[in-house]
């Protein structure tokens, strides 16, 4: 797949990797295995350590006795670099923290692939090679540095052997830990619905630069990424992911772009006006509310308060206060922290089952994803799922039906055929269709007995819901 795509200069970024053919929306463009992966401390002795899979009962590392995988075969395949690292995991009594088992991760493959050297032994399937990702430690603040510092000192007690010879300079071995935070990525579940699952490095994506306007969007394949076209794409475009979530504001974007990675966005989305950007800033008169104004503040504080009751789990409470702020429609639809307060009391009213408020604000939201992200995101399918699920949960059939093939047509350009998302929403529609046409013979025998007449709308039959959906290609 490296022949889909060419590393090359950009103007503002360093490198970037261009296309090198047409690409059509949903069409894979990389597809890669991760350099280095890690688990999350968390999910310790829960998810197989390798391909992170749930499962109840695992395998112990008879070695070390704290590395725990699903099956024989996750087993070998972690050996190749849980052999050198399960020799010191035996002096330690638990397990260390996450960025400690992933250096020592990536030490032990630099030891492997470059010995004392700088260069690589043998060939790399890679563009570049890990000593060549880029290090922004230059830019960052002292003390951000000094941490870099006080974790490598920590992080010795752990290796207890010579740092391999092409890391040997300390300088070196910094650079290495601050290019790591930079392109590390967060190993996210099919739906990208749960991602502190762990950590991976994939050196190819490393080369994709941001964009607020992307092209591209990454998807999860297990520990593989997988990175789709979001649009069409011509030879020579760059391909661009989005490093954070694009609905937020411009200035929240820039903030946490430049704190995080170290660069001030120059992107289509950042410099020009752009509507869309401009509308998540109005009142309701139209007019642009700024931070020292009275009504973003209130918005800030709603937000703020909506954060912490999600963080501490107190659904009812977050309920009850949605509801209020709700009730005071001080926002339009549209803006941000309106948009942000409907995601609050979506999430909210399914803890608590209050349909009513789901239905309200995840309808809002469909308006406002299709808006910021387009009508063919995955982040708008995975909604229309959720939405379309509470409908058939309150038994609303027809509804939820033509809801999940909404979210299925989306889907389907982005997640393979056997992925567990994509059998769940065909399933999800056929459960609709069923249980529809389940009430409508309770209501049809009904009225027949009523008035003796046979009602029937034309609807399809089960057997032409598999014509229809196999002739769009959908299974
Ligand atoms: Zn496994
Ligand atoms: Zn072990
Ligand atoms: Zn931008």
Redesign the pocket.
Known sequence: MLENVEIRNTKEAGRGLYSTKNFETGMNILNSTPYVHTLALKYHGVRCAQCCVFKPKLLRCAGCKLQYYCSKDCQKSAWKIHKEECKMLKSEKSMPDDITLFLGRILIRVENEFGDSDEPNNKIDSFIHVLQLESHFDRLDPSQQEDLGIFLMKFNLYWKKPIPGSLRSSRKLLDLVAAIKNNQFAICDEESSICDIGSALYLNHSLINH??KPNAFPVFNGTNLVIKALEKIAPGEEIKIAYTDTKAVIQD?RDYLNDIYRFV?Q?Q??TNDDEVDRKKHLDKKGNVIRRSDAIWQSAETMVRDMEEFKKNKEWNLMKEAAQGWLARKFLPDENIFWIRLNEFAFDAGIETQEWSLCLETGASLIVNYKEIYGPMHPTLGIHLMKFAKILLHIEKPNEAEEYFRRAFAIMSLFYEPESAVRKQLLDLILQSYELAQVEEDKTGAEKKKADKADKNDGKPKLKNLFAELKANGQI
Do not use: L
Request: net charge positive; charged share 15%; glycine share 14%.
């Open positions: 964009s607020c974007r966005c992107c989305g950042c």
